[in-house]
């Protein structure tokens, strides 16, 4: 964009300004509609939902034996859900902001097979490539136990097939080490930000790792044009792929099963608010999506940007989804937090959740490490910068009179809600890493 067509996009959307100039800021969403209205824009539906869970439920026999880590649950994938109530305290005097209800963490962080939120899409894509080469190939049926696979025979099978993706870190770490696992040939292009924590541990699990100098619209570039020239490389396409999608979107349903065991509630007169750390939008996405479907109009989704890569909020504020990145206006792109650091948001998953969002937010990265040092500080769990994108969520809805108005949300309602900060990653950052991001904190 020249200055021309970026003024022209200021007066418009005045909002643009404050992201240029990094100001932390707050969009609530004027156009969201309830469920009903809004579910045929993302094309998708409860039953894609429901067989992705039952496809995840056949793969646990094998994901107990090929990752014991995953032994204590039935080789599901599932985090556990805590409240944070001094936490809570330490953002109320922060922010100097009452949060009203509950404020609880959803320890994706700490996901077995590769601490981050990418264990729900990325392996469930793996998964769905494998079955589905498995039963062309007729050497499985949907009915078999799927620890069979965990052979040999099978390893020797899949050796003949390649999966690339493109990724700044913990999408290539769950794709990586899930598809060498199976016995896979895999490639990660990483883009330049990558810590080379995650591509030292990739190359220890067998996995190829490519290395770029620029950031992940290159990284993912590459990746597909490697795998469009050969055909039995399958290309993983984190800006477009539904099944990435219905992966994280299974999170909804077992949301609700943990809650109801928890004895909280959800309801009209109980709102649950989420807090998503968002980067390209597959994994808040497929997420929001799931929490949707599982509690309807009673959930209201947030997502949380780095001011240097606000993409989602850029691109459904606008309108414009994918026909602008955070570079077309002069923002940088740089950004501490892994995983966000995304130019240009999916222009699949802002058209599909544009009506069913709450809002989007923007905040520091310096913030982002004073939020990593309380939480630890407070509560003694230590997450990576991005998965604290979720942290002020609560007191930015709390202080918002009007959205509250606007949406019905009294006083009562609030007293009785649940803010939940979905915490994407960091469960395996190394010590020295996390020392260094504990350093970074001024709390
Ligand atoms: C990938 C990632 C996200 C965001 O997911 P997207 O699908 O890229 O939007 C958030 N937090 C962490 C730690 C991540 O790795």
């Known amino acids: 964009m020249n ?29 969201t509609t309830t469920l009903a209205e809004g579910l045929p824009y993302v094309g998708l539906t409860q039953d894609d939902v429901a067989q992705a869970e039952a496809r995840l439920k056949r793969f646990a026999p094998y994901l107990c034996l090929a990752f014991p880590e995953t032994q204590k649950t039935y080789g599901i994938i599932e985090s556990e859900v805590v409240a944070i109530p001094e936490m809570q305290a330490a953002l109320e005097q922060r922010y100097q902001q009452k949060i009203a209800g509950q404020l609880m963490l959803k320890k994706d962080s700490h996901l077995p097979i590769s601490g981050s939120i990418k264990a729900r899409g990325g392996i469930y894509e793996v998964l769905t490539h494998a079955e589905k080469l498995a039963i062309e190939a007729g050497m499985l049926s949907e009915d078999d136990d799927y620890s069979v696979l965990y052979s040999d025979k ?43 924590w995650k591509k030292q541990k990739l190359r220890e699990h067998g996995v190829n790792v490519v290395e770029y100098a620029q950031d992940y619209g290159v990284a993912v570039a590459q990746g597909r044009k490697e795998a469009e020239s050969d055909p039995h490389c399958f290309f993983i396409d984190d800006e477009n792929s539904r099944t990435l999608f219905l992966g994280y979107a299974v999170a909804g349903g077992r949301l609700r099963q943990q809650f109801s065991q928890m004895n909280i509630h959800v309801d009209a007169e109980h709102p649950l608010f989420v807090y998503l750390p968002c980067g390209v939008g597959g994994g808040p996405g497929g997420v929001a999506f799931g929490l949707k479907l599982a509690f309807g109009d009673n959930v209201h989704c947030f997502f949380a940007e780095p001011t240097h890569s606000p993409c989602m909020l850029l691109g459904i504020h606008t309108g414009l989804h994918d026909e602008i990145s955070v570079q077309d206006i002069g923002i940088d792109n740089i950004t501490a937090a892994d995983g966000l650091a995304v130019g240009r948001a999916s222009g699949f998953v802002g058209r599909a959740m544009e009506r069913l969002l709450d809002g989007l937010y923007t905040l520091s990265d310096q913030e982002m490490y004073n939020l990593l040092g309380l939480l630890n500080q407070q509560q003694g769990i230590q997450l990576e910068p991005s998965a604290l994108a979720g942290m002020p969520g609560a007191a930015r809805v709390c202080g918002d009179a009007q959205y509250l108005q606007s949406h019905g949300l ?5 007293q009785n809600a649940t803010h939940l900060v979905w915490a994407t990653g960091g469960g395996m950052v190394p010590a020295d890493e996390m020392a260094k991001y504990l350093s970074a904190a001024k709390v």
């Open 410 to 414: 009294d006083t009562q309602k609030m």
């Open 3 to 31: 200055t021309f067509e970026i003024e022209h996009l200021v007066e418009q959307y005045p909002l643009v300004k404050q992201l240029i100039n990094l100001d932390e800021v707050t969009w609530f969403n004027p156009n």
């Open 154 to 196: 099978f390893r020797q099978f899949f050796s003949q097939y390649s999966i690339a993706v493109g990724s700044t870190g913990n999408l290539g770490m769950s794709i990586g080490i899930m598809s060498a696992k199976l016995g896979f040939s895999v490639s990660v292009h990483m883009s330049a930000d990558a810590r080379a």
